[in-house]
């Protein structure tokens, strides 16, 4: 199978199985994904959905964040990973957003990544939850779950990883792979043991079919 080929196969089969995949971080609005999704590096989704209620009610808008001290802010974050430094970032993302951009969130990834505790791949979340635009958010699950089916070849960085998958999947799905790969690789091809047997896209695996020859 050629790479356009695998390519074709695993997007028709998400199309068709998980045509509306979406991220599972709990939001009401541009301001709350953002704080979910700098909450979430490093971070399982669902301790984030757990944690951001609160910190929703009591900060509700850039504005109220923006005046809030770091020791609040930690108080609220402090069963998430590195919440020193991701308090840090919550209330200086704030302040940014209050001083430079009206208090709105910006839908360009480089203003974006001028946000303090957003990176490329939280800037690309943003803008591809919230406003469809074409930009791929490669995290540990894309990064590991694209090379082992091989959607992607010696990507040894996310940017690497990022640029082979948007030269192959269509502009039109981009938004939606990111959630595909992302789900695929936290309930399917999981790190340790991948649950190949359960697997709609084996057929296309690399990985998979490596694994199945070498058992002949």
């Not at 971070?43 to 959905?49: E, G, P, Q, S, W």
């Not at 109220?64 to 970032?89: G, M, Q, T, W």
């Not at 939850?129 to 089916?149: C, E, G, L, Y």
């Not at 502009?171 to 697997?199: F, M």
Request: glycine share 4%; hydrophobic share 40%; with cysteine.
């Amino acid at each position: 199978m050629t790479k356009p080929q695998r390519y074709q196969y695993i997007i028709d089969y998400f199309l068709i199985h998980t045509p509306d995949a979406e991220t599972e971080l709990l939001y009401d609005s541009p301001y709350q994904l953002l704080v979910a999704v700098i909450l979430s590096a490093q971070c399982t989704d669902k301790r984030v959905n757990l944690t951001t209620p609160a910190i929703f009610r009591k900060y509700p808008d850039p504005a109220s964040l923006s005046i809030a001290s770091v020791e609040d802010v930690f108080a609220l974050i402090r069963s998430i990973s590195y919440p020193n430094n991701k308090a840090k970032h919550l209330v200086g993302m704030a302040n940014m957003l209050m001083q430079k951009f009206d208090g709105k969130v910006p839908m360009t990834v480089d203003e974006l990544v001028e946000l303090p505790g957003v990176g490329r791949k939280t800037a690309n979340v943003i803008t591809s939850v919230i406003d469809n635009q074409p930009n791929m958010a490669v995290d540990t699950h894309v990064f590991r779950v694209s090379a082992r089916i091989g959607l992607t070849t010696n990507a040894k960085t996310p940017l690497a990883t990022e640029k082979q998958l948007i030269r192959y999947i269509p502009t039109a799905y981009v938004y939606k792979a990111h959630h595909w790969l992302i789900l695929h690789g936290r309930y399917t091809c999981t790190a340790r043991s991948p649950k190949c047997s359960e697997c709609g896209i084996k057929e296309a695996c690399k990985f998979y079919n490596m694994k199945h020859k070498a058992k002949i």
